[in-house]
């Protein structure tokens, strides 16, 4: 077969046609996915692994199959996000109404009600407080395709900025093009506060209303087109599907089953609920008067009405029945977020610093300053990462390729960086011993917390732990856990027996803690 006979390459007709667009349309050259390589349609009939397509079909299984209850949606949003106990509840309960809605209407279009009222979901609440956290937690536990956008970015006409319509779009494209699958996932829309268009704050941009009119079909129950008919490569893409045999796909998406989460600071909101509240003659909320309540308070009293005031139109409010108020984070709440939340910033900076061979651990007196500096900056939990940042960087800069492997943050470090930076340079051993007593003092608190005994190692105990560690090449916590991890239980009934508060390790104890148990009895150690 001659060159010219041999069947060309998905590659090569992807270059021909970004050529052939080069000429007609003067540089506005459009790529063409073609997955993997393989013209669209073509499908891998070697057998073997499970094929994407395989995998799609199962996570959409899962997805599509709802089975969880509110109680269990909050134990899950407790992990990551602290405290706005009643905001989690709520959009437990919100969540769970919604999809086992949407699995009632799957399993029969009898149970499709004309009557039912989408549970989509308006969140209040300043900035850094987990708006936006807790909606992408939620979606990745039911296991459905999440998309955050900024509304400001959409325009009435779509013309100037996005249309409305692109959010659908971009779900589609999240779900890897399952439209089965998008048409069950989950719209956040934040700064929704910004296309309210008249009454509220002022600088309100005009045009917001024509954006709510927009959004009106995608909140209920409307069809989109799944290619924009602006999107050249979506079209080139559709016909070498159908010229390559390849099945028809679906065109369109309907918004019925998607759930719409929209959010916003909503700065000024406070007035209108005020003034409402005493022109109704009910002042006093919760023992107070109008006047004295905060804006947590205030927040939990809004209505329609006041959204109708802000600049919102009926029609637009009343498909968002869900309102919930998220709490300001005080510092002991932004302590709390890098203590125990799962999803802590602690955590990636812990990963950067391993990345260049670093281990590192935070003092609490150290997370109790970031915590407050972060409170002082007002934009809630995102001020964590930017203290932390500011007062890292030049650690990050200046330790990596040197012969320091541990790095202890403590209040100093927070309060003046530059300074306990020259003082770790000038005697970089101080800081590695004063790393590894913090981490035996750790993992006492941790034991207590597992197992309900505290185990106090006295100075003799804790260099000869430290020695010992550094001989086997394990951290402290991984020796001492080698050590005293297995007997856990054991301890602690010696702990009841004994009466004690706490147990006290000498290196005796250390080498066999078995031989401590008369100790710990007789309290001879107390001696």
């Not at 599907?241 to 099945?247: A, D, E, L, Y």
């Not at 009934?493 to 009466?499: D, F, P, Q």
């Amino acid at each position: 077969m001659s060159d010219k006979d041999k069947p060309r390459s998905p590659e090569e007709i992807q270059k021909d046609l970004q050529d052939f667009l080069k000429d007609k349309l003067g540089g506005q050259v459009f790529s063409i996915p073609m997955g993997s390589g393989e013209m669209p349609g073509s499908s891998d009939e070697s057998g073997g692994e499970e094929s994407p397509e395989d995998e799609q079909n199962k996570r959409k299984e899962e997805a599509l199959k709802f089975s969880l209850t509110p109680r269990q949606v909050k134990e899950h949003l407790d992990r990551f996000v602290i405290g706005q106990e009643q905001a989690k509840k709520a959009l437990s309960v919100a969540v769970c109404d919604h999809y086992n809605n949407v699995k009632l209407s799957l399993q029969s279009e009898e149970n499709q009600r004309d009557d039912y009222i989408k549970q989509n979901v308006i969140l209040l609440g300043p900035t850094g407080v987990g708006k936006t956290y807790l909606i992408r937690t939620i979606a990745q536990l039911v296991g459905v395709p999440f998309v955050k956008a900024d509304i400001t970015k959409f325009s009435e006409t779509g013309y100037v900025g996005g249309d409305v319509d692109d959010l659908v779009r971009e779900l589609v494209r999240m779900a890897n093009g399952d439209i089965e699958l998008a048409e069950h996932g989950i719209i956040f829309l934040d700064e929704i506060d910004k296309i309210a268009s008249q009454g509220g704050t002022l600088g309100k941009d005009v045009s917001g209303r024509g954006v709510q009119t927009g959004l009106l079909k995608l909140l209920e129950d409307t069809e989109v087109n799944a290619r924009s008919p602006n999107d050249i490569s979506s079209q080139f893409q559709e016909m070498f599907q159908m010229r390559s045999g390849g099945k028809a796909a679906k065109r369109t998406v309907c918004t019925r089953h998607i759930l719409f989460v929209v959010s916003g600071a909503f700065s000024g909101m406070e007035e209108f609920i005020k003034k409402r509240l005493q022109k109704g003659n009910i002042g006093f909320v919760s023992g107070k008067d109008s006047d004295e309540l905060d804006r947590d308070e205030l927040f939990g009293q809004v209505t329609t009405q006041d959204f109708v005031e802000y600049g919102f139109e009926p029609e637009f409010i009343g498909r968002l029945p869900i309102r919930v108020s998220l709490n300001s984070l005080s510092s002991d709440d932004l302590f709390t977020i890098l203590t125990t939340s799962e999803g802590s910033i602690l955590n990636q900076h812990a990963r950067n610093f391993d990345g260049y061979g670093l281990q590192v651990a935070f003092t609490p007196e150290a997370l109790e300053k970031v915590s407050q500096i972060a409170y002082d900056e007002r934009t809630g939990a995102r001020g964590l990462m930017t203290v932390l940042e500011s007062r890292l960087r030049e650690f990050k800069f200046h330790l990596p390729g040197g012969d320091l492997q541990k790095l202890l943050i403590t209040e100093k470090v927070i309060e003046d960086p530059e300074k306990a930076l020259l003082e770790l340079i000038e005697n970089p051993q101080k800081d590695v011993e004063e790393f590894d007593r913090f981490q035996v003092r750790q993992f006492g608190i941790d034991y207590e917390q597992r197992f309900g005994v505290r185990l106090v190692l006295d100075d003799s105990a804790t260099t000869m732990a430290i020695s010992l560690a550094k001989e086997l090449d394990l951290t402290v916590e991984g020796y001492l856990e080698n050590v005293f991890g297995k007997h856990g239980e054991f301890l602690k009934k010696i702990k009841e027996k004994a009466g004690r508060e706490s147990l006290l390790v000498t290196p005796q104890v250390l080498n066999n803690p078995v031989d401590g148990v008369d100790l710990w009895l007789r309290g001879e150690e107390d001696s």
